[in-house]
């Protein structure tokens, strides 16, 4: 069984910077993708960003587009976001998503392995 845990957030002032991390614990050979997604309170869940595991290949919404970077070490089976420039409204609960099958990257119902999720909250 596959477990995703991530690390990295907390309180960051406007412009600051912080990088999330999600390490996989268990089998991953099968993924072909991780991503990142944030809900804000009274919000729907929204893509970030996504990384293809065994091949080159990145993906970010326009929001996040130039100031964040997403990026992994196969060797420790972790996936990072570098957040950079943050700003009040990227404030939100970000979550880790592994996935196994195909479809658009952009879409919450491509992934099928979760985390538990982690504040980031960016002070005006």
């Known amino acids: 069984q596959v477990q995703l845990v991530e690390s990295g957030g907390g309180l960051v002032q406007a412009g600051g910077s912080l990088r999330l991390s999600c390490a996989a614990s268990g089998s991953i050979f099968n993924f072909n993708a991780m991503g990142w997604f944030r809900q804000a309170p009274g919000k729907e869940r929204e893509f970030v960003a996504a990384v293809r595991w065994s091949a080159e290949g990145t993906y970010y919404a326009n929001s996040v587009q130039g100031r964040f970077t997403i990026f992994r070490d196969g060797a420790k089976n972790t996936v990072y976001l570098q957040m950079n420039s943050l700003k009040p409204e990227d404030t939100a609960v970000y979550y880790c998503?592994?996935?196994?099958?195909?479809?658009?990257?952009?879409?919450?119902?491509?992934?099928?392995?979760w985390g538990q999720g982690i504040q980031v909250t960016v002070s005006s």
């Open positions: 998503a592994g996935r196994r099958t195909s479809g658009n990257y952009f879409l919450r119902s491509s992934y099928d392995v």
